[in-house]
Nanobody, 122 residues
Framework: VQLQASGGGLVSAGGSLRLSCAAS????????LGWFRQGPGTEREFVAA????????YYADSVKGRFTISRDNAKNTVDLQMTNLKPEDAGVYYC????????????????WGQGTLVTVSS
């Protein structure tokens, strides 16, 4: 499966941004989808994930209550709505698919998009 992330950009602290990831080459109806991010000088970390049906969602503690993950299986897309952004949210955001094992561990995700850059000014 090929993943294409978009929607990154520059936003002021407290602002909002919506990321989107489009999948092609394979139906995602039975797969979990997720978002990870990597800030400057940091390791890639889990942000959020959603089950194939959309009924189960998972978030990193640092983004709970501010970020919302959603998916549209008809369009093969997964979105990440980010609100009340903080400077520490800045980084490259990656969408991922096909988890096998713990969804919080990036090593268990088999497909990755190219990333989209989010910059948050203070």
């Amino acid at each position: 499966v090929q993943l294409q992330a978009s929607g990154g950009g520059l936003v002021s602290a407290g602002g909002s941004l919506r990321l989107s990831c489009a999948a092609s080459g394979h139906s995602l109806h039975s797969n979990g989808l997720g978002w990870f991010r990597q800030g400057p000088g940091t390791e890639r970390e889990f942000v959020a994930a959603i089950s194939w049906s959309g009924s189960a969602t998972y978030y990193a503690d640092s983004v709970k209550g501010r970020f919302t993950i959603s998916r549209d299986n008809a369009k093969n897309t997964v979105d990440l709505q980010m609100t009340n952004l903080k400077p520490e949210d800045a980084g490259v955001y990656y969408c991922a698919a096909d988890p096998d094992g713990s969804w919080y561990d990036l090593r268990n995700w088999r497909s990755w998009g190219q990333g989209t850059l989010v910059t948050v000014s203070s």
